[in-house]
């Protein structure tokens, strides 16, 4: 008999003899403590092992375990079976039984089980509104956002290394960067988010309208809006070597010295309207040419305002792929409900649907297609297009983002005023001056002044 348990805040998993006895799992990280069975240590990397009193404890970020395909885990514990062996042959493990290698493997195996299907993402407002924002800072113009200077981005002061690109036949525009999320326990992320519909450019009009789909090659059974894959196809030279640039950054970064630091950051996509429908495009493309695997990195879809992307195959490579997808529609939103589900084309999942004030929404979670949260209107309203949880996207000057570096908002505040102050003194005194000699020179005009 044996007995592992591990804690994730308030809530435990117990498992005896293979048996889970609790799945409920709320929290991010998971500090384990092995009391018998001193060799699984040797099965897992991510378990520090104490050789003299062969016990092991570790914290690791179970959420990445989300997404992992069952037959990417059993390579990983295979790897790590021949590490054990390796292990043996250099007698730096006196000896491990069979039995014990296959509850070792056992145990690893529940844990992925756990990791898929207990830990959930839950819809965050807040984490949703600061997403409206970074897809509402993509209509700002590129050399604010490459110097994160609009007034937008200065509610996120970890953002750095932004980059920005342009495709002149389509018109289209995206950004990347990174920054921590204000998760718990907080997270580093890379942001690709991209600009919706310029109403004004026909450029972005070719690009919707052009509701024709085509295959996409790299999953079988998918296929694509052209119009969408043809702008992000422009962008992605562009944009990938900026991704690529950091995610080789966060490995070179992490020295060891940060425990929080991540070889293997979150990736956020993200954008509004047509933006929307690139940021969705973008995420299946990169992972599906291995840009970015899956099994390693978290990734996270917020999209606003999306059309339909792709048929059903395309919607559900994506839901596959990502450990938290959400698809916020708003009320009368014409564009959601394009092009026609009868078309063949498919949303991705999961929808969250807001009333007309943005009071009340509905979660539909792992649906696409769901009448509740997107039901069919005949009563379409471009403002509900324009206007997601209060912040109106296509006008960066009303986005805020919320609580993102409190501590530093009021330093801004004094920043903001020991510029002022100088300068609204200065043409205070220039002011008064001139003011002091137009009054000389009119006295002296009607002779008030003797100048001798």
């Known amino acids: ?63 990445r375990f989300q997404g992992m395909t069952y ?16 292990h043996r042959s250099r007698k730096e493990i006196d000896s491990i039984s069979t039995k014990e290698m296959q509850v070792a493997v056992l145990v690893s195996l529940c844990l992925f089980v756990l990791a898929c299907n207990g830990v959930t993402w839950k819809y965050d407002e807040d984490l949703a509104r600061r997403f409206v924002v970074y897809s509402s800072i993509a209509y700002c113009s590129d050399d604010s956002i490459k110097s994160w200077t609009c ?53 972005n009009l070719e690009d919707d309208l052009n509701v024709m789909r085509e295959s996409f090659d790299s999953v079988p059974g998918a296929s694509v809006h052209i119009g969408f894959m043809k702008a992000w ?24 010295c940060d425990s929080s630091w991540p070889t293997y950051p979150h990736i956020y996509f993200t954008g509004h309207s047509l933006g929307a429908a690139l940021t969705t495009v973008a995420l ?54 394009v092009p026609p589900l009868l078309s063949g084309y498919h949303h991705v999942s999961s929808a969250v649907f807001y009333n007309e004030d943005n009071s009340n929404h509905i979660i539909c979670e792992g649906e696409s297609e769901s009448s509740n949260c997107n039901p069919w209107t005949i009563d379409f309203n471009i403002y509900d297009h324009r206007h997601y949880l209060g912040i109106n996207v296509i006008d960066p000057g009303s986005a805020k983002i919320p609580h993102v570096c409190p501590a530093t908002s009021g330093i801004r505040g004094r920043w903001k005023m020991w510029m002022i102050t100088p300068i609204v003194g200065g043409v205070t005194v220039i002011g008064a001056a001139i003011a002091a000699v137009v009054y000389v020179m009119r006295r002296k005009r009607k002779g008030y002044i003797n100048v001798n």
């Not at 060799?39 to 570790?58: D, E, K």
């Not at 990417?72 to 054990?84: A, M, W």
């Not at 342009?166 to 998760?183: A, L, Q």
Request: with cysteine; glycine share 6%.
């Open 71 to 86: 037959d990417g885990f059993l390579s990983h514990i295979f790897k790590e079976n021949e590490r054990l062996q390796e």
């Open 151 to 203: 007034n937008a981005c200065y509610g996120d002061l970890y953002f750095q290394k932004s980059s920005v690109v342009f495709d002149s036949e389509t018109n289209t525009f995206g950004y990347i960067g990174t920054t921590r999320i204000e998760t718990n326990p907080p997270t580093h992320a890379i942001v690709i988010a991209f600009r919706g519909t310029n109403p004004s450019s026909l450029k």
């Open 233 to 256: 196809t422009n962008l992605k030279t562009q944009m990938v070597p900026e991704l690529q640039k950091l995610l080789q950054w966060y490995k070179e970064e992490n020295t060891g």
């Open 284 to 337: 299946a493309d990169l992972v599906s040419t291995n840009i970015i695997n899956s099994n390693d990195y978290p990734i996270h879809l917020y999209t606003f305002g999306s059309p339909r992307c792709g048929n059903e195959a395309f919607s559900q490579y994506i839901n596959k792929n990502t450990v938290e997808s959400w698809r916020v529609i708003h009320w009368d939103d014409p564009i959601p409900r």
């Open 1 to 63: 008999m044996w007995k592992e348990c591990w804690t994730t805040g308030a809530d435990a998993i117990s498992i005896e003899d293979g048996d889970v006895k609790d799945e409920t799992v709320h929290g991010a990280r998971a500090s384990k403590k092995v009391t018998s069975l001193s060799s699984f240590a040797a099965v897992h990397p991510l378990w520090s092992i104490n050789v003299t009193t062969m016990s092991i404890s570790c914290s690791i970020d179970i959420r």
